[in-house]
T-cell receptor, first 110, second 114 residues
């Protein structure tokens, strides 16, 4: 059974810092990995999708990497802003629909 | 539509009542998913449709939960004899198909059973 773990559970940083969120998964037989953002009381917004054959994807200040063989992904956020404050969720798709981690709650302090 | 739409956004019901939650997927998306999210947790899978049929309903917690997608577009999640433990945010997602496709989520329905 696929299990997804996200570390840290919560993170608080001053504005302008670069930061890394970690995601690990137990079964490396995946089709893709997706990073989402969730604001309080809201649904999930897709940030980046990495196919199993890819090593990384970039969108603006966000960069996500994937090491499928070791079951790890990282989400790098450059020059963090208070508007980046949210919960970030990692999810993997294998032979089952998306399996999610519990998320990392990020606070960027102005 | 432009995105996945879920109605209602909030639903308060009494214990023991029946509720229906609706999901309108992105036009043309054949795959539709229901998830449930409790406070402080990641979304948990409930059921997946490919077209009109439920391809995987292994996440439904018990037989009080049922979902349909009769015409391969709109889906309804039905909960009978609601219990306080059913209180959660119910999320719907859709994608072009199975496998290497991006999933898009709606805003969710917050269900509160009192």
């Amino acid at each position: 059974k696929q299990e997804v773990t996200q570390i840290p559970a919560a993170l608080s940083v001053p504005e302008g810092e670069n930061l890394v969120l970690n995601c690990s998964f137990t079964d490396s037989a995946i089709y893709n990995l997706q990073w989402f953002r969730q604001d309080p009381g809201k649904g999930l917004t897709s940030l980046l999708l990495i196919q199993s054959s890819q090593r990384e994807q970039t969108s603006g200040r966000l960069n996500a990497s994937l090491d499928k063989s070791s079951g790890r992904s990282t989400l790098y956020i450059a020059a963090s802003q208070p508007g980046d404050s949210a919960t970030y969720l990692c999810a993997v798709r294998g032979n089952t629909p998306l399996v999610f981690g519990k998320g990392t709650r990020l606070s960027v302090i102005a | 539509g432009a995105g996945v739409s879920q109605t209602p956004s909030n639903k308060v019901t009494e214990k023991g009542k029946y509720v229906e939650l609706r999901c309108d997927p992105i036009s043309g998306h054949t795959a539709l998913y229901w998830y449930r999210q409790s406070l402080g947790q990641g979304p948990e899978f409930l059921i997946y449709f490919q077209g009109t049929g439920a391809a995987d309903d292994s996440g439904l917690p018990n037989d009080r939960f049922f979902a349909v997608r009769p015409e391969g577009s709109v889906s309804t999640l039905k909960i009978q004899r609601t219990e306080r433990g059913d209180s959660a945010v119910y999320l719907c997602a859709s994608s072009l198909g199975w496998g290497n496709t991006e999933a898009f989520f709606g805003q969710g329905t917050r269900l509160t059973v009192v």
